[in-house]
């Protein structure tokens, strides 16, 4: 607003959670953070991952998939808009977040700034697997649809990544119009410090994104608080048109450069996810099966004592019947004494997965 340039650096930040109203300028301000990183970094040196549930937000940078971005193995398209993909490429970029500490401790570096310095100089044997680290920056368009549609499958792969990534340079920015705390956890708060909002609509908006309020009193169209610490700054985001990034995009293509997405490696196949069924013969379920599914789904408890009472059944037969709906997927692990969490949101989700357990 003082007229004068505000810059951050993202590797300080490290992750950033950015929010607002439909129309306020998010999408543009992702875009802006976007160009600013192709602008800065050689294609060597930066990987994108980016996630865009909306489909169109983020096509225009398909014609620089080969140069900056990062996918799994056998994905069609490296942008990514189907849901279930989301999850597997949350999981491979856990995977090579677990592959990079391992070599970081190999090379005795603290980070990867460090690593990539002593790769440069030739300190490294290349026969232990060291090679050139690029940072990783993930982006999610639109966080909170697929927190509805996905729920925990998401969550837990984006809180682990928040939490250790920072020192193997994976970053992640995350966008949503609605803040409110079903989507913006506790578990994700505190593990994204820096903020941007844009104009909310309500003042509790405000407070869940920038634990204040301020955010409703924005004018809109780009203006926006930026908040990593203590006082939040008020800053007006630059605007970047949809002809000026095709322009960078089509220069990107003229240079040489790598010539396909980087490869992330295959996420780790875990049983009973929802997708999977691991371990659960649809031949062999309890007859009480499917509705005890129902009845954990609808009331959001999983616990046995629910299910001995419900049925009129023995302890050892709820503990078989829990036992077989955490193989299929629907109830996490046990907690002790405390009631197992549900996995599924409601009951559309759990009539899909019955579904392919019959036909499986």
Do not use: W
Request: glycine share 8%.
């Amino acid at each position: 607003i003082t007229n004068e340039v505000f810059m951050v650096d993202l590797a300080k930040i490290p992750h950033l959670l950015v929010a607002g109203a439909t129309g306020q300028g998010k999408s543009v301000g992702l875009n802006a953070i976007i160009t600013s990183l192709l602008y800065k970094k050689h294609p060597n040196e930066l990987k994108l991952v980016l996630i865009d549930p909306k489909k169109v937000e983020f096509s225009v940078y398909s014609r620089i998939a080969n140069k900056f971005m990062a996918a799994v193995p056998d994905e069609d398209e490296p942008i990514i808009t189907d849901v279930t993909k989301v999850v597997r490429t949350l999981n491979s970029l856990c995977v090579l977040m677990d592959s990079r500490y391992d070599l970081l401790k190999k090379a005795g570096a603290r980070n990867i700034k460090e690593y990539n310095q002593k790769y440069i100089n030739h300190k490294l044997k290349l026969t232990d697997g060291h090679e050139y680290m690029p940072y990783i920056v993930v982006i999610i368009d639109e966080f909170g649809d697929l927190i509805m549609t996905a729920g925990k499958e998401v969550e837990l792969p984006i809180a682990r990544i928040a939490q250790l990534a920072r020192a193997v340079g994976i970053h992640m920015i995350i966008a949503t119009q609605r803040p409110t705390t079903s989507i913006i956890t506790g578990n994700i708060k505190a593990n994204f410090p820096g903020r941007i909002a844009f104009k909310v609509t309500s003042a509790i908006d405000s407070k869940t994104i920038l634990d204040r309020t301020g955010a409703n009193q924005l004018i809109g169209r780009g203006d926006m608080l930026y908040l990593n610490g203590n006082e939040p700054v008020r800053v007006q985001c630059a605007f970047v048109d949809t002809p000026e990034i095709e322009r960078i995009n089509e220069f990107i293509c003229e240079q040489p450069g790598p010539i396909e997405p980087m490869e992330l490696p295959e996420p780790a196949n875990e049983d009973g996810g929802v997708g999977g069924n691991g371990g659960v013969d649809a031949r062999n379920l309890d007859p009480y099966f499917e509705e005890a599914a129902h009845a954990i789904v609808l009331s959001q408890q999983g616990s046995t004592s629910m299910i001995q009472r419900r049925f009129s059944i023995g302890y050892n037969r709820a503990g078989r019947l829990m036992d077989q709906l955490e193989a299929a997927g629907i109830v996490g692990a046990a907690q002790g004494s405390k009631p197992r969490e549900v996995l599924l949101q409601d009951e559309n989700q759990l009539n899909t997965l019955l579904m392919q357990l019959r036909n499986s």
